[in-house]
Every structure is written in structure tokens, then in C-alpha cells.
């Protein structure tokens, strides 16, 4: 099961993750999107309900609405997609790494430093829904690739973005720094 979670916005790229799960689909990939999240634009979410609707995906793709919490929510995925058009810093990113679920996002923002394409998650071009679509169709079958993934994730997020690692980072160039 692929999820996203965020508000429901033009810039999050639901319309393209939407857009990926059809050519999926049409290939004969057999997955489901769940998307989570509020709608912080009626226009935008009522076109994402229409695009589900004319591409024949009611089945496929599931909007539930607000979670009570995205970490619970992210632990029932097999992949968590971004397809962002912009992004800072997304801590989305790293809850999944957390809990071992791989990401597929698109390379925008501060993502590229969170993910290495091809090692700990995968990166698309922003907008491109047909990248998209190969890219889950290439993981999605390859429980193997996916579960290195999602070890190479969990590293990242102990060794890279950890509290106590940045603290001692920290430390240490201070000490440096007195020292001379």
C-alpha cells in the first residue's frame, strides 16, 4: 500500500501521485494510494476527487481524511510518497525512515539531503508522473530492494539526523574551536 500524507494543496502533487497510480494501473500493477490530510484548497481536492473518478480509480486510490497521528499512519505503508513541487525540510521523510518504510519524492528543496536516490529512497523529478509510476513499479515487485531501502533509510535517520550525533557534531567544534 502506497500513502501520502499532508494537507490536501496543489503544491503537495497528490494530481501527480494520482496520475502515476493510473499509468500503474494501465501497466496491470495492482497497488492502492491512501492519501491523508485535510483539504487547505476545495477546488484542488474536488479536481483530485474528478481525476480519480474519470480514470476509474475509486478502487485504487482512497482519500481518509486527517489522522490522528501521521507516524501511525506511515507504519501501515509499504511506501510513503512525497511528489512535493516544493519542500524544505519534510519531517514526513523522516518518521518513515524512522519506522523503516522506504520513500519515493520528488528532488525538490532539502529532500535530495535526506534521500540518496537509489540507496536509502528514490527521487523523481518533480511533476513527472510517468518517473513516478517506474519507479514504484520497479520497487513494488522487489520486496528485496525494499527492505534494503528501508534498512539504508533507517541508518540515515540514526547516524544523520540524530539529536545526540548533531549534539556531539556540535560539541566537538566548539572544543576545536577553544582549543586555538
Same mark, same amino acid.
Given at each position: ?18 496520475e ?5 494501473i ?11 490530510g ?7 481536492f ?8 474519470q ?5 485504487f ?9 501521521s ?13 512535493s513541487?516544493?519542500e ?17 519524492a520528488?528532488?525538490?528543496?532539502g529532500i535530495?539531503?535526506?534521500?540518496e536516490?537509489?540507496s536509502?529512497?528514490f ?6 508522473? $510517468? ?11 522487489d ?11 533507517n ?9 545526540n ?10 572544543? $576545536?574551536?577553544?582549543?586555538?
Amino acid at each position: 500500500m502506497l500513502g501520502i500524507v499532508g494537507t490536501i494543496n496543489p503544491n503537495k502533487g497528490q494530481h501527480v501521485a494520482i496520475e502515476a497510480m493510473r499509468i500503474l494501473i494501465d501497466r496491470g500493477v495492482g497497488v492502492q494510494l491512501i492519501i491523508a490530510g485535510v483539504s487547505g484548497d476545495d477546488t484542488y481536492f474536488e479536481k483530485l476527487r474528478e481525476q480519480v473518478n474519470q480514470a476509474s480509480l475509486i478502487g485504487f486510490v482512497k482519500f481518509i481524511g486527517a489522522v490522528p497521528d501521521s507516524v501511525e499512519f506511515i507504519d501501515t505503508l509499504d511506501l510513503l510518497l512525497v511528489p512535493s513541487f516544493d519542500e524544505a525540510l519534510p519531517t514526513v521523510i523522516l518518521e518513515a525512515f524512522s519506522l523503516g518504510v522506504p520513500v519515493v519524492a520528488s528532488n525538490v528543496g532539502g529532500i535530495p539531503e535526506m534521500i540518496e536516490d537509489g540507496s536509502s529512497g528514490f527521487l523523481f523529478q518533480a511533476g513527472d508522473a $510517468e518517473k513516478l509510476a517506474s519507479c514504484l513499479a520497479g520497487v513494488i515487485c522487489d520486496k528485496r530492494l525494499l527492505e534494503n531501502i528501508a534498512k539504508a533509510a533507517n541508518e540515515v535517520v540514526r547516524n544523520k539526523f540524530n539529536l545526540n550525533v548533531s549534539n556531539a557534531q556540535i560539541e566537538y567544534c566548539i572544543n $576545536e574551536t577553544l582549543s586555538q
